[in-house]
């Protein structure tokens, strides 16, 4: 593991589409934030006059913020990996551009947790609701113990990407998100990279983004279900053995007909599936059994021999069954 320097430069990065006016509300409490040095690094593929917030003159013309425009629309996953080749820091740090951290001293807390713990390679914020500051669980992972709720730190099995720190060397061992993704479950897909790299997750209650949950910008319901279904799919076919890319992808097919009410959407998933097979079959690397052991040890994600929510998120005395439709929305 690599120890942190003695002020570490820590990068916030933020990926931004077509939001100007939640985009500035996150900037701003990043410029709140009481540690330096800091740097904030905003990718946009913005066909609006988000642009002009950055111009010579704008409102955020600052030495501190790097401003990068492209044309297109990446997708988060490829705009991160951007904005982290961008960045200068030591430890980058994520949060939605229609997110705000609630705590000016949120940094210093990331920078602090990080020094305390030298095997943690991602802090995992909780996420609250901006408008009525209640938890939102589909937005915090899943802790090991069903009972437990969003204001208690444990060690997870993976990370939302709605707020989050990535110590760099974690980063770079694990190789960054699947830009294939596009959208959902890129963030599951480089847990098990980190995790697999000998780090591991620490979910930081202490550490909050408000998100607005911004409709904005999103794609159509049934689109976002295939692409969740598909990128379950790959996430496996990535990262796990074959017997759980067979059951996932049997499990994850029924779940996308169900969802959807639209056989077609199947045909769609498995066409994209197709055309990204050459890159998947380059991109598969098997975690080690160790690894599984410890994400099962969890009981969040990996269940027998599929990838999911673990039967006791949504059975028995402390199950919700809506976490089925956690599952389908997102995030």
């Known amino acids: 593991m ?12 933020v990926a931004t589409y077509n939001r100007p006016d939640d985009l500035s509300d996150a900037i701003d409490s990043i410029l709140e934030q009481e ?4 740097e904030i690094v905003v990718i946009s593929n913005s066909t609006d006059e988000t642009g002009t917030l950055f111009a010579d003159g704008g409102r955020f013309d600052r030495e501190c913020i790097h401003y990068h425009e492209f044309p297109g629309r990446m997708g988060v996953p490829e705009a991160r990996n951007v904005g982290f080749e961008h960045a200068s820091g030591d430890i980058l740090v994520t949060i939605d551009d229609d997110a705000v951290l609630e705590d000016p001293g949120a940094t210093d807390e990331i920078v602090a947790q990080f020094r305390a713990h030298s095997d943690v ?13 209640e938890v939102i669980p589909k937005e915090i992972p899943d802790p090991p113990n069903v009972g437990m709720d969003g204001t208690d730190e444990f060690r997870a099995a993976y990370f939302i990407g709605v707020g989050n720190a990535i110590r760099r060397s974690a980063l770079v061992s694990a190789g960054g998100y699947p830009a294939s993704f596009v959208y959902g479950f890129e963030e599951m897909d480089l847990s098990f990279r980190v995790l697999d790299a000998g780090y591991d997750i620490l979910y930081t209650p202490a550490i909050v983004v408000s998100h ?6 999103r794609r159509p319901d049934r689109e976002t279900q295939e692409r969740l279904a598909g990128n379950r799919i790959k996430l496996a076919f990535r990262n796990l053995p074959w017997r759980y890319v067979v059951f996932t992808t049997l499990i994850w097919s029924v779940y996308a007909v169900v969802l959807t009410r639209r056989p077609g959407s ?5 066409r994209r599936l197709f055309t990204d097979r050459d890159e998947l079959l380059g991109d598969r690397r098997v975690i080690h059994p160790a690894t599984i052991r410890r994400i099962k040890s969890r009981k969040t994600m990996l269940f027998c021999w599929w990838y999911g929510p673990h039967p006791g998120r949504f059975i028995g005395p402390n199950g919700d069954p809506r976490r089925l439709l956690w599952e389908a929305k997102g995030t």
């Not at 540690?35 to 800091?38: N, V």
């Not at 390679?121 to 500051?133: K, P």
């Open 35 to 38: 540690y330096d040095p800091l």
């Open 121 to 133: 390679g991602i802090l995992a914020f909780q996420s609250r609701n901006y408008y009525t500051d």
């Open 2 to 13: 690599t120890s942190l320097t003695a002020n570490p430069r820590v990068s916030y990065v």
């Open 266 to 270: 199947l045909l769609r998933i498995f």
């Open 212 to 217: 607005k949950q911004s409709p904005a910008g």
